[in-house]
């Protein structure tokens, strides 16, 4: 079926370190994908995002590369600070006949950077 | 701009009662979803409406319904709550169904059913 797996958190960092979040996929067809940003007590927003294979997707110094041959979309940033705190989500969009839209999401990876 | 609104933010219901979570977007988007969120499950999909006049099941759509009222709301019902409903509701809506457009989310709404 169609997933989408993160790494666990939480991640703790200190503030300026150099941060990756894993995400790996399973999907029929070629999907879009996406990582979303939640800040507590907020909804979901978007982060960045890229929609076919060797795009990289950035935004507020995050990045993420689609990665075809790996099924990845790892997010980086090379130096966090203490207002990145949040949950981020790795998603996938699929596309084609009877999935038309359909957004799954993976479990969510909690990162917490301290000063 | 409003966005995305959900209500009510926060709702407490008894086993067995049924209650309905209303959503609706002024952004013009043809495409709505309902989510709900659980610690370690992240995002799971109850249902999403690709187009108005149209609904369909997501990964976990026991025991709900919903309606797309228009184009702005798209509702989701309870019919008789269970403790395992308990959960964080997010509707959402996209401009299309399109490789490029991303989804935009509500508040939220939190329900807990004892």
């Known amino acids: 079926g169609n997933s989408v797996t993160q790494m666990e958190g939480p991640v703790t960092l200190s503030e300026e370190a150099f941060l990756t979040i894993n995400c790996t996929y399973t999907?029929?067809?070629?999907?879009?994908l996406f990582w979303y940003v939640q800040y507590p007590g907020e909804g979901l927003q978007l982060l960045l995002k890229?929609?076919?294979?060797?795009d990289k997707g950035s935004n507020k110094g995050f990045e993420a590369t689609y990665r075809k041959e790996t099924t990845s979309f790892h997010l980086e940033k090379g130096s966090v600070q203490v207002s990145d705190s949040a949950v981020y989500f790795c998603?996938?969009?699929?596309?084609?006949?009877?999935?038309?839209?359909?957004?799954?999401f993976g479990q969510g990876t909690t990162l917490q950077v301290k000063p | 701009n409003a966005g995305v609104t959900q209500t009510p933010k926060f709702q407490v219901l008894k086993t067995g009662q049924s209650m309905t979570l209303q959503c609706a977007q002024d952004?013009?988007?043809?495409?709505m979803y309902w989510y709900r969120q659980d610690p370690g499950m992240g995002l799971r999909l109850i249902y999403y409406?690709?187009?108005?006049?149209?609904?369909d099941k997501g990964e976990v759509p026991n025991g709900y319904n919903v309606s797309r009222l228009n184009k702005r709301e798209f509702s989701l019902r309870l019919e008789s709550a269970a403790p395992s409903q308990t959960s964080v509701y997010f509707c959402?809506?996209?401009?299309?169904?399109?490789?490029?457009?991303?989804?935009?989310f509500g508040q939220g709404t939190r329900l807990t059913v004892v």
């Open positions: 959402a809506s996209s401009p299309s169904q399109g490789r490029n457009t991303e989804a935009f």
């Open positions: 999907a029929t067809g070629y999907p879009s």
């Open positions: 890229a929609t076919k294979a060797d």
């Open positions: 998603a996938l969009k699929l596309h084609g006949s009877g999935n038309t839209g359909k957004l799954i």
């Open positions: 952004m013009n988007h043809n495409s």
């Open positions: 409406s690709a187009s108005e006049g149209t609904t």
